[in-house]
């Protein structure tokens, strides 16, 4: 079974300034996906990015990007100019690769809770 | 024009009742699911069904029973409420099989308290 791993449950960083949060996963599977999802006060979980396990290259949104290392089974997200709507419970999730019912579903992390100051 | 909706939004009920949570999406997928998010925050899959069909059913007690009455809905029955089951409940749709779009989207998700 998939396991993953976020080792921070909680972390500070101050305004504009940039911040990684860290996830790491065990699989067997060679193809997959991995997400990282925000749940801001409101509890709506929104996905903030995505990446394909056979892609080499980082996906990047805007402010958001990762370091996604296979071998090392490591997926971090950064957060560059991090602002004060960045306050949020972020989730690492992995997904199977989709050729069998039980490999859509997500697998969360335990979470990090991030917090954004002035 | 909400992607995945959620009825209720809060839930408030006495131990031993039964309840039901409903879900609704727009987005077109094939594919629903019902997550639980318990005190600490963590998520787990409960149940998934693809057109219909359940395809994931994972160690829940049988006193959670979802439906899907068709591939826009999937409903979560409750019977005989314990204090264990107050947790917020997320519906989220995806739509399987095709490269580009197999996010889940999330509802806003159900608080159930149970007393």
């Known amino acids: 079974a998939q396991t993953v791993t976020q080792s921070q449950p909680e972390m500070s960083v101050q305004e504009a300034e940039t911040v990684t949060l860290s996830c790491t996963y065990d699989t067997s599977e060679n193809n997959y996906y991995l997400f990282w999802y925000k749940q801001p006060p409101s509890r709506q979980m929104i996905l903030v990015i995505r990446?394909?396990?056979?892609?080499?290259q980082n996906a990047t949104e805007n402010r958001f990007s990762v370091n996604f290392q296979k071998a090392a089974k490591s997926f971090s997200l950064k957060i560059s100019d991090s602002q004060l709507g960045d306050t949020a419970m972020y989730f690492c999730a992995f997904m199977g690769p989709d050729d069998t019912g039980t490999a859509s579903k997500l697998t969360f992390g335990t979470g990090t809770r991030l917090q954004v100051t002035l | 024009d909400t992607a995945v909706s959620q009825t209720p939004k809060y839930l408030v009920t006495q131990m031993g009742n039964d309840k039901s949570i409903k879900c609704e999406q727009n987005?077109?997928?094939?594919?629903m699911y019902w997550y639980k998010q318990d005190s600490k925050k963590f998520l787990k899959i409960m149940f998934s069904y693809n057109n219909k069909e359940l395809i994931i059913n994972e160690t829940v007690p049988n006193r959670f029973s979802p439906k899907s009455p068709d591939k826009a809905h999937l409903n979560l029955h409750i019977n005989s409420l314990e204090l264990g089951d107050s947790a917020v409940y997320f519906c989220a749709s995806s739509s399987r099989g095709q490269v580009q779009n197999y996010e889940q989207y999330f509802g806003p998700g159900t608080r159930l308290t149970v007393t």
């Open positions: 987005l077109g997928h094939d594919t």
């Open positions: 990446q394909e396990a056979y892609k080499q």
